[in-house]
């Protein structure tokens, strides 16, 4: 950092503690951290500029990593260094004691007490010499805090930084004032240890104690490998899909039930270009699938406690349906851009919110849909509410039954009927009718039969105006163009996967959408796309190809292309957004809860093929 060249994305951990989540390279550097939640303002950015927008690095003088890994079924870290003199262990969580260990209570709304992390070092040889150097910067590096020294509520010396309504304080050993850095050295010999806890708090209150620290990694360590449970796949598979689900257990907020896309925010999908976009938010569509795969392994509670937040977040005007809303189901997300950051690798502009929050995307509905039959087969009983919110979604796609929209990419081009959008527009009337058919759920005769109708109208309607001369399913009406999205199709129940049209539009996206390195893009960005400069394969599309063939008979491709997947995580098992397979090298924002949704159907995919 500091002039130095940009971490890879790849090169990063994730820590989490279901309320935010911060990212570490392998070097050790935190160079992302918002707190109190995911969608907060950063407070170490170096991510998206350098050093000076603010970092905590913590590593051992002259040392190397030797290992990393995460604590089986947990997302607690552990770091092992070797330097001439001896060797040390870091471990570093974000606890999930929900009273971070010191019986804090929850505050009104969303904002709680306090969160940590936690840096333990542990010398298991020889001694050896910590190094930190921290440098604290509110609101995305803009903010330089007030910083003294002072006590805890335990009397306990403590380093605590304020601006505005924010506060953090940093436990443990002292560092040092060293120009608006802070910096320290401690030595430690064989079996000695020393914790380091950077606590947020809101600044009106008093300063909160250190975290009982080995308490707290006990907890931590228990609640997230009871929650995990036992992952019943081939043993190929078995960590990738472990690590996946936790991933998306990680980005699923505790309190609110809400999934965000991602932690991060505009790390870029075109290196150097514009295709920079905050992932802090609940996309429906995203949380739909991801309850699929999370219902799939048996996580029920995660459905419930996301229903419950899609109640809370559409309650306030169905008719006025988004997207996506923020983490407490918040509609107001608006973007703009943070000039003073360079951006990552020189990727500018900086983006906060999200302006795709006002598009219509006509697939959302039926995404929901799915996933909201799939917990009523998974035997979650519906609430009060939850059947009248399903037949207004209902609605809500009746009403705009022909009105174009942006598709699932969310391209800011010209509205368009896109062929996934569609079919999934037909998805939407077919569970309604399901829901009613199948489970019997309440509507009236008229009800059901205006469903039928429209379900049959734009079934209709798929097959004349979404199938192109060749044969194959087309991006848009009227349009040549083949898009990923389409490998959805057979998910729908709309068609099985071997249908003639499915492989025709397979042969298309291997014609046009396929890579050097064997993976496809998501589209051809010269069309639809709206926006200047190219992207990446997108990863969780390459996954969608995988179960594809494993669902018409080309096991062994199948098996190859997710063998070629496996291979572009990083060695913990964690997937951006995109994949440039020519650089070696992930792109976009990270982790993202797509890719590793993706990641498990495939798996689930090959599973059945199997047989």
Not at 236 to 254: G, K, Q
Not at 319 to 329: H, K
Not at 377 to 404: F, H, M, N
Not at 557 to 582: I, K, P, V
């Amino acid at each position: 950092m500091g002039g130095m060249t940009a971490p890879l994305i790849e090169d990063h951990a994730l820590l989490s503690d279901q309320r935010t989540a911060a990212l570490v390279t392998r070097e050790g550097d935190v160079d992302w951290l918002c707190m109190p939640r995911f969608d907060a303002d950063a407070l170490l950015c170096a991510l998206l500029g350098d050093a000076s927008h603010g970092h905590w690095s913590l590593r051992i003088a002259d040392g190397e990593v030797l290992a990393r890994r995460y604590l089986p079924g947990t997302m607690v870290l552990e770091t092992t260094w070797r330097s001439p003199t001896g060797t040390a262990v870091v471990t570093e969580f974000l606890p999930l004691d929900p009273t971070g260990g010191d019986g804090a209570t929850t505050l009104a709304g969303d904002v709680e007490d306090r969160s940590d992390l936690v840096r333990s070092v542990t010398c298991t040889d020889g001694e050896v010499e910590v190094v930190q150097e921290l440098l604290l910067r509110f609101e995305y590096g803009q903010v330089v805090p007030w910083v003294r020294r002072g006590e805890d509520r335990d009397g306990r010396g403590a380093l605590i930084a304020v601006a505005g309504g924010d506060a953090v304080c940093l436990h443990g050993p002292a560092l040092q004032a060293d120009g608006r850095a802070h910096r320290g050295r401690h030595r430690l010999s064989a079996d000695e240890s020393a914790d380091w806890a950077l606590t947020w708090y809101p600044s009106w209150r008093e300063v909160p104690a250190a975290p009982q620290v080995a308490a707290a990694l006990a907890e931590t360590t228990r609640h997230w490998s009871h929650w995990l449970g036992q992952v019943r796949v081939e043993e190929e598979y078995a960590e990738p899909v472990a690590r996946s689900l936790l991933v998306l257990r990680a980005l699923t907020h505790r309190r609110t039930g809400g999934i965000v896309a991602a932690p991060t925010t505009s790390l870029p999908e075109d290196f150097g270009g514009v295709r920079n976009w905050d992932y802090r938010f609940c996309w429906l569509r995203d949380a739909a699938l991801s309850l699929e795969a999370l219902l799939a392994h048996g996580h029920v509670e995660a459905a419930s406690s996301w229903r419950d937040w899609l109640l809370r977040a559409i309650a306030g005007d169905p008719e006025r349906l988004q997207i996506m809303y923020s983490l407490t189901g918040d509609r107001n997300l608006p973007e703009r851009e943070l000039p003073h950051l360079p951006g990552y690798e020189d990727s500018v502009p900086v983006r906060i919110g999200n302006g795709a929050a006002a598009q219509y995307q006509a697939d959302v509905v039926g995404e929901v849909m799915i996933a909201l039959e799939r917990m009523r087969e998974a035997g979650l009983e519906e609430t009060r509410w939850s059947w009248p919110l399903q037949k207004a979604l209902v609605r809500y796609t009746a009403r705009r039954i022909d009105t174009p929209d942006q598709g699932i990419w969310e391209m800011r081009g010209e509205p368009a009927f896109f062929t996934h959008g569609r079919v999934m527009v037909w998805a939407t009337f077919d569970r309604a009718v399901r829901a009613v058919q199948e489970h019997g759920l309440p509507a009236d005769a008229e009800e059901l039969a205006e469903w039928e109708r429209l379900r049959d109208r734009v079934r209709e309607e798929v097959l004349a105006r979404g199938v192109g001369a060749d044969g194959a399913f087309v991006q848009t009406y009227g349009s040549t163009e083949v898009d990923a999205s389409l490998l959805q199709i057979p998910h729908t129940g709309f068609l099985p996967a071997d249908d003639p049209r499915m492989l025709a539009t397979v042969a298309r996206m291997e014609q046009d959408l396929r890579t050097e390195d064997g993976l496809i893009l998501r589209y051809r960005t010269q069309g639809q796309d709206g926006l200047p400069g190219d992207e990446h394969p997108f990863l969780v599309c390459c996954f969608w190809l995988v179960e594809q063939y494993a669902a018409s008979g080309r096991r062994d491709e199948a098996a190859q292309l997710m063998e070629r997947l496996l291979a572009s995580a990083n060695d913990l098992h964690l997937l951006a957004e995109e994949y440039d397979g020519t650089a070696g090298r992930m792109a976009g924002n990270f982790p993202q809860a797509f890719s590793h949704l993706g990641l498990i159907r495939a798996v689930d995919a090959l599973t059945r093929a199997a047989g």
